[in-house]
């Protein structure tokens, strides 16, 4: 990395946390810095689309699903799931321009995903060593924070803040698995801390934990944290609001037990996820506003300093060359609608 701060894309592509599959009774409104998106159900289908109607511009996601079309709050203008308006109410065809542009999706472990690029193909990161399937998950939670998601993806990967923040030592120097299409780094933590949660962490689970970070490109982080006795999973969803702030989605798994501990299983993953969620609150609070120079760095900074200059190298502004869709093209950028299109 050169002394100069890294330049990161408002947002990157990649794939981005929508809702639990089972909360789409209806349309989901997702916003990723100045562009939104909308994603509903119809039937077992699910779909993601433009959040804004290629008419007027209004928010699709306040609008309703009428049979296997999402209709626009403001004019009845309907669109399909690939993001074909099916008709208006005039009864005038649609222009060709009234398409909306429509987006590749993952479920996982019945949670939705979305790529913000139209033509992806690949399919979204897991946990290398499990299915989705094969785990259960808590309801996930999220927060705001005022760091740009390039520096909130660098948290796990931060090994010296562990001790002041969390009360983990570091048990041996990290280790960089990988940096070719995949950043993925390996660390040992000593739970030191004399918190209650500490204690409970210590009996239940173990007294070190083997934490491994994933980042297979964009704002979407896998987190392993391997004790004797328990693994848990959690995945980090960054959603970019602006150049200085962040929505923060996450998700915590973990494998179901067999016979009839599984009956526990619910509530198990509720407190691992109560207990993440009270780890993380010290980064919130002390990561606001933070900056990174690799001029101020030290060697202690090594993997963090090799993370960021992966990730300027692998991340791609997300609709860099794509115009936004429809009417918000022509009220943002100058472009003439078709008269055809302004007069319906």
Not at 173 to 188: I, K, Q
Not at 197 to 208: A, E, F, K, N, Q
């Amino acid at each position: 990395m050169s002394d100069r701060p890294p330049h990161f894309p408002l947002v990157p592509h990649g794939w981005y946390y929508v809702a639990p599959v089972e909360k789409m009774r209806r349309p989901v409104e997702l916003r990723l810095g100045d562009r939104e998106y909308v994603a509903f159900a119809t039937g077992r289908q699910v779909h993601v689309l433009d959040g804004r109607c290629s008419h007027f511009g209004a928010h699709l996601a306040r609008g309703n699903v009428v049979g296997d079309c999402l209709e626009c709050p403001l004019h009845g203008w309907r669109f399909r799931g690939d993001g074909t308006c099916e008709q208006t109410p005039s009864g005038e065809d649609p222009p060709a321009a009234a398409a909306v542009r429509s987006y590749p999706i993952a479920m996982l472990g019945g949670h939705l995903f979305f790529h913000t690029d139209s033509g992806h193909r690949a399919p979204a990161p897991f946990f290398a060593d499990v299915a989705p399937d094969d785990l259960i998950s808590a309801p996930p939670f999220s927060f705001d924070v005022a760091m740009p998601w390039w520096m909130v993806s660098t948290n796990g990967f931060d090994t010296q803040h562990f001790l002041t923040a969390h009360d983990r030592r570091l048990a041996g120097p990290p280790e960089v698995l990988r940096d070719d299409a995949v950043f993925e780094a390996r660390a040992a933590f000593d739970v030191v801390g004399g918190e209650w949660r500490d204690r409970v962490t210590r009996l239940v689970s173990g007294p070190r934990t083997e934490m491994t970070v994933r980042n297979a490109g964009g704002a979407l982080i896998l987190v392993t944290s391997r004790f004797r006795r328990t693994v848990t999973y959690g995945l980090v969803s960054i959603h970019p609001r602006s150049r200085t702030q962040s929505h923060v989605r996450t998700i915590v798994w973990k494998r179901p037990r067999a016979g009839p501990a599984r009956a526990f299983d619910a509530v198990d993953v509720l407190l691992r996820a109560s207990f993440i969620r009270a780890f993380i609150q010290p980064d919130i609070v002390a990561g606001e506003g933070i900056q990174f120079d690799p001029r101020r760095t030290i060697a202690a900074d090594a993997v963090v300093t090799r993370y960021l200059a992966w990730l300027a190298e692998h991340s791609v502004a997300a609709h860099a060359d794509e115009p936004l869709s429809g009417a918000r093209r022509g009220a943002h950028l100058g472009d003439a609608l078709p008269e055809s299109a302004g007069n319906h």
